[in-house]
Nanobody, 119 residues
Framework: VQLQASGGGLVQAGGSLRLSCAAS????????MGWFRQAPGKEREFVAS??????YYADSVKGRFTISRDNAKNTVYLQMNSLKPEDTAVYYC???????????????WGQGTQVTVSS
């Protein structure tokens, strides 16, 4: 599985962005898809994941971010609203077989897309 993330950019605090992650392969619907982020000087952290229909979110983004997927388009999305400066990071999409927050459980990773939130 190859993953290509896009949609990052510069936005003011309170604004919105939608990230996309396009996947290759015919078995996309069988994978758990996740979003992670890594801020400068910090470890990569879980943001959200979605199996076929079940979603999980980090506490820091609950109520602001929404993960969704379109299996017909082999694409997973991350809608980010009410963005805060602390959301600034490189955002990565990932694919795995288990719905988990653990980085090591994801087998495939995209290249990352930069999100910068100005105050």
């Amino acid at each position: 599985v190859q993953l290509q993330a896009s949609g990052g950019g510069l936005v003011q605090a309170g604004g919105s962005l939608r990230l996309s992650c396009a996947a290759s392969g015919r078995t996309f619907s069988s994978y758990v898809m996740g979003w992670f982020r890594q801020a400068p000087g910090k470890e990569r952290e879980f943001v959200a994941s979605m199996s076929y229909s079940t979603t999980y979110y980090a506490d820091s983004v609950k109520g602001r971010f929404t993960i969704s997927r379109d299996n017909a388009k082999n694409t997973v999305y991350l809608q980010m609203n009410s963005l805060k400066p602390e959301d600034t990071a490189v955002y990565y999409c990932a694919a795995g077989r288990v719905a988990t927050m653990k980085i090591g459980s994801y087998d495939y990773w995209g290249q990352g897309t930069q999100v910068t939130v100005s105050s």
